[in-house]
């Protein structure tokens, strides 16, 4: 469970470190299965934006009830995963994230998500972890992106330099096993893998049953199992609140 002063620090900094580990068979498992994934789809070697359209194994780790605990301890005792993605970033060749705000992406309304970030590897300044402004979540607004067609970027959408200071942006440094919480209008990004070591890293996408999966609103330039518009909602704990999620098995 979260401490109060972890909780506090999600609440005014955007995210939280917590004083937890995922055990080496949870790592090597979230590994096997990632395995199989590039076995089948080798196209994903960098990034997958939905592993659970391929494998559902993945969901053993959503279910964890140690990392459920913690989200509900954030979001509330209702929730649903909607999403789970896979950052690689295989060494010297991981792209770079560039600065956004996930809610800037997700069809969710009202916009509310924790994310888990597990990491898979170290991640270090190195090879591309995780940055983030602290306090940028506050707002509860989304800055202005604009599209960024240049190569070597994992997303198309840059928030506007004009909206925050990278000055004061933090490196979220984890071991192996570790993870982070972060909040859905945080702004964040990562530099490329240009290190001689991977950068593995799983994402849980959690968000709580009073807002609701818009699949109408749904990004449709992307098809297949990939399209948003197909995402499995997957109810983790509680009811649905809203009495509005589609819960039907899409893939």
């Known amino acids: 469970m979260l401490t109060a002063e972890e909780i506090d620090r999600y609440r005014t900094d955007g995210y939280v470190i917590p004083d937890f580990r995922l055990g080496d068979d949870v790592i090597e498992e979230i590994r096997g299965a990632h395995a ?8 994903f070697t960098d990034y997958c934006p939905a592993v659970l359209a391929f494998d559902t194994a993945f969901l ?32 010297r060749v991981g792209t770079k994230t560039p600065w ?30 995780l940055r983030v402004i602290p306090g940028s979540h506050r707002r509860r607004e989304l800055g202005r992106h604009e599209f960024n ?11 506007r330099a004009d ?23 945080l702004i964040h990004g990562s530099e490329p893998n240009r290190s001689a070591r991977p950068r593995r890293g799983m994402t849980l996408r959690y968000m709580p049953t009073t ?19 197909e995402r499995t909602l997957y109810l983790m704990r509680g009811e649905d609140r809203s009495g509005a999620n589609d819960f039907r098995i899409r893939r």
């Open 149 to 159: 067609g240049a190569q070597g970027l994992s997303l198309p959408l840059e928030l």
């Open 100 to 129: 956004h705000q996930d809610g800037e992406y997700w069809p969710i309304r009202p916009l509310a998500t924790c994310s888990v970030w597990v990491a898979v590897d170290p991640a270090t300044p190195d090879n591309g972890c």
């Open 163 to 185: 909206e925050f200071d990278e000055g004061t942006a933090r490196d979220i440094v984890l071991d192996t096993g570790q993870v982070s919480l972060h909040d859905i209008f």
């Open 211 to 229: 807002s609701v999966y818009r699949r109408d609103l749904a990004d449709g330039r992307r098809g297949g199992p990939l399209a948003m518009s």
């Open 36 to 43: 199989r994934l590039l076995d089948k789809h080798p196209e």
């Open 60 to 91: 053993n780790i959503a279910r964890l009830p140690a990392i459920l605990d913690m989200v509900a301890q954030i979001i509330g005792p209702h929730f649903a995963l909607w999403n789970s993605s896979f950052f690689a970033k295989p060494a």
